[in-house]
């Protein structure tokens, strides 16, 4: 049976930086990613989840922290399966983009 490549996002975080976590990486034989500094093109939240969540919020006046929770989990409860998906699909397209670009950001 072939095995899958697994592809990890290394997105410069702490503790996906450990040394621990990095020898489990190592241990698994997953390839990684690298996630160049300061990009926030290539942060599956930032360019696929975090857009749509701001227009959804817009105008609106939350007056609780636990206000603010129930708007932002009724909406991210209302986003569909596939939305997931495609943001993590549209993840290489902007990942060689960036490299094309030398590092500068993908959205302008």
Not at 56 to 85: M, P
Request: aromatic letters at 8%; one cysteine or more; glycine letters at 4%.
């Amino acid at each position: 049976m072939q095995k899958k490549k697994i592809i990890f996002h290394q997105d410069n975080a702490t503790a996906q930086k450990s040394v621990l976590a990095m020898g489990k990486l190592r241990d698994l034989h997953y390839e990684l990613l690298e996630h160049p500094p300061s990009s926030p093109d290539l942060a599956p939240s930032d360019f696929c989840l975090f857009p749509k969540l701001q227009l959804s919020l817009a105008g609106q006046r939350l007056s609780s922290n636990q206000e603010a929770i129930a708007a932002v989990e009724g909406d991210f409860a209302d986003l569909t399966k596939n939305h997931y998906r495609d943001g993590i699909m549209a993840l290489e397209h902007r990942w060689n983009k960036c490299i094309s670009l030398k590092g500068d950001y993908v959205e302008k």
